[in-house]
Each structure stands twice: as structure tokens, then as C-alpha cells.
């Protein structure tokens, strides 16, 4: 490894900083894919761990090019050696310490902080599933969904949680969502008629045939006490302080609505079910009921509980961690992966100037204002999902919310207007270069 002019080392560091860049680039394009997507919580955490490990490489890069690569009055062997220990050192560290970063984040949120938390992600879940619509900011999910649209649901969270009293205000989109996912789970108005509520009626003029029969025959000889008692305790849970001459009647009697209630939403309600309905009236008149009711049930288990619950050591302690964990991890894992791809592009830029043109005249000085040149050209086009009103709205909350918070919005929105140029170029270099790696996930 020839160092002549000090400058022998700049083959290897532009290669292999070139090398890391089409990782990270490919990362980020799958990143994005998968927390802008509705990927599963596996996903999430598979990726997140490849994220620390490049970016554990990306500082390991750093010090090989600064501090061990150009030292050649070091033998090969000794900087072989060190590079390899710092690698180990480097990834190790970062590793951990990007993982405490989120656990730091989780360990320091309050109660109420954790509720929202677990408000937001079901929202921002119901959106990619298409089971809420953000009037306003029309967001195409999944597949169909732009590389800006995808960039905006990663970090729909981060924006949600700086709406104040958040929690109150998104109430009734999450009882939407719930109602919505419902119907798609299977209790849409015409699969509960045919496959639960007939069937039910059905069974039950069944149960009251043999009720019937039991009733005639209870001082027969031919039935003792305890085959009767027997019987009626399995339907009615109890012996029924009256007979019941009508199916109606037997029907409408408290034990048979309970079980009706049960097979309809395995809940209660206050609402009484009829026996006698069409599919028509099914729909128009029951089916309504029921998956309010439903809704209500879910919502009240799901997500409505104090904030106190959330606190570390209560009940719902660790679903409100996996919540806020959920909420901070995302935007976390973006911002490293964008910070080490706009780094690396500099230092793979200049590491190739100086081997290939060494000695052009403000070289560093150039580069920085072409990319900065670039940078604002990105900022400056026009973008569907950032040029709604709903979107700025979003935006000025964010800037009040956060520190720096300005700031802060306006480098999201740059992200946003980012993605629609360098995702399809790093989805080609993760297909090409890589093959399709989907890093874990």
C-alpha cells in the first residue's frame, strides 16, 4: 500500500466509503418502505438494528479516514489491525448507544405522554391500512403510495403528538378506525346476518322445540327433577321464575338476548334483539346497533384508560413503552440514516476529487456550495403532500410544539420534497447493487 504524496490511502477510503454509501442508501430506501408502509413491529425492529449497525460503520469510516488510513508511517499490518478494532469498537458503542437514545426517550415520558403515544400509532396505523382518511392531506398508502407520501407517514406521529390534547381531539377518528377495521374483519351488515344472526335464530327455535317438549313433560314421570333442573340451567342459567308460551317471549327473555348479544359482538348492550328480522331490517335497524355498540367496546379496552396506567410498574405500562418506543424509533432510525447518506456523499465526492483532481482550488469550499446549491433546489420545488393546507397546519404545530421547533419543520418538509428525487435512485441501487436486500425484513 503505497502512500507517495501522503495521498495513497485515497483509492481505498473513496472505494470503501463508496461501498458504504450504496448500503446506506439502499437502507434508507427500505427503511422508508417499511416504516412509511405499515410494516409489522418485527420489521420495524429488524430494520432498526441494521440501521445502528451502518450507522456504527459510518463513524467507523470516519476515524479510519482521519485518523488511521493516512498515518503511513504505520506499518500495514498495524493499521490493518487498528482498523479492525476500531470497527468492532465503533459498531459495538453506536449500537448500543442509538439504542439507549430510544430507551432514554421511553424511560423519560410520562404517563399521558405514553396514552397519546398509543392514540398516535393507532392512527397512524388506521391511515396506512386505509382505515382513516385525513381530510385535506390525501395520503396513498401501501404500494400505491409515492416515495413523499411514504416519508409523511413515517413521521405522521412525530407531527400528531405536538397537536395539543391530542388524545381528546383524535377520539373520534380512532372509534372511525375501529368501526372501519371491524367491518373489514367481518361484521359488515350482511355476513352477520347470514352467518351469525340466522343461524343463531335458527338454533334457538331449535333450543325452544326441546324446551317446549321439557316444559309439557316436567311432571311426567318419565323426567326426574334433575334432568329439568339440568336442562334449564344450560340455557337459561338458572330455572325461569315464568314459562314461556311463545318462541317470541322465550326469545326476548334476559338469559336468550345475553347469548344472542355474545354470538352478535361478544359484548353486552342495552338494545334489545328481535327474532323476526329480515336482511333488510337486519341492516337498517339492528346491524347499527351492534357495531356501534362494538365499536364503543373496543375503544373503551384499547385505549381508554388514565394516564396513570401507562406509568412505569401499573398495568399498562408496557404497552404504553412499546407505544412511545414505536413513536420515537421511526423518525430516529430516518434521521441517522439520511445524516449518515448526505455525509457520506460529501466525503465520497471529495475523497474522488482529491484522488482523480487533486490540487483544484477551493475544493471543499465548492462542493459544499454545489450540494447546498442542490439542497435548495430540492426545498424550493412544489410537492402534493407538503402544498396542502392540512399540511401546514401540521407543520406551524410542530413549530411551536418542539424546540427549535422552526427548524425542525422545515428540515421534515425538505425531507418530504427529498424522497420523490433520491428514493427512486436508492430503490435502483438497492435492487441493482444489492440485489433486492431487504435487510431482515
Known sequence: MSYTNGRGYLPYITIITIIYLIFELSFNARLLDVVGGGGTSDNVHSIENWGRILSGMAVTIFIWGVFIMPRYNWSVFGR?????????????????????????????????????????????????????????????????????????????????????????????????????????????????????????????????KKYSDIERKKHSIFLNREQYKSFMYSLFGGIPDREYTYFSDF???????????????NTDCSFPISPKLSGAEFATQLWPELINCRTDYEFRSKLDHGPDSYKDGEIRSYIGR?????????????????????????????????????????????????????????????????????????????????????????????????QSIFYPINEIIRKLCLFGFKFGC
Open 80 to 208: 490493518l489491525v487498528a482498523m479492525v478494532v476500531t470497527a468492532v469498537l465503533c459498531v459495538s458503542c453506536v449500537y448500543n448507544l442509538e439504542k439507549r437514545l430510544v430507551t432514554h426517550f421511553v424511560d423519560i415520558s410520562t404517563g399521558e405522554q405514553r396514552k397519546e403515544a398509543v392514540a398516535i400509532n393507532f392512527i397512524s396505523h388506521g391511515v396506512q391500512q386505509g382505515t382513516i382518511n385525513l381530510a385535506g392531506l390525501p395520503l396513498k398508502t401501501g404500494s400505491d403510495a409515492s416515495p413523499s407520501e411514504k416519508q409523511m407517514m413515517a413521521i405522521l406521529p412525530f407531527y400528531v403528538l405536538s397537536i395539543k390534547d391530542v388524545d381528546l381531539k383524535i377520539a373520534g377518528g380512532i372509534k372511525t378506525a375501529i368501526r372501519n377495521s371491524l367491518i373489514d374483519q367481518g361484521m359488515n351488515s350482511q355476513k352477520m346476518f347470514e352467518d351469525i344472526y340466522m343461524p343463531f335464530v335458527n338454533s334457538m327455535h331449535d333450543s325452544y
Open 251 to 265: 326469545f326476548m327473555s334476559p338469559a336468550i338476548q345475553d347469548k344472542a348479544k355474545q354470538a352478535l359482538i
Open 322 to 418: 412499546q407505544a412511545m418506543e414505536a413513536l420515537v424509533a421511526p423518525p430516529l432510525a430516518l434521521f441517522f440514516s439520511v445524516l449518515g447518506a448526505l455525509v457520506h456523499i460529501f466525503k465520497s465526492l471529495n475523497y474522488l476529487l482529491k484522488w482523480l483532481r487533486p490540487g483544484i482550488p477551493l475544493q471543499r469550499t465548492l462542493l459544499i456550495g454545489s450540494l447546498a446549491s442542490v439542497a435548495f433546489l430540492i426545498g424550493m420545488r412544489p410537492n402534493a403532500v407538503v402544498d396542502t393546507s392540512l399540511y401546514h397546519t401540521m407543520a406551524n404545530s410542530v413549530a411551536t410544539y418542539y424546540p427549535h421547533g422552526s427548524m425542525v419543520a422545515k428540515g421534515i418538509t425538505w425531507l418530504i420534497k427529498m
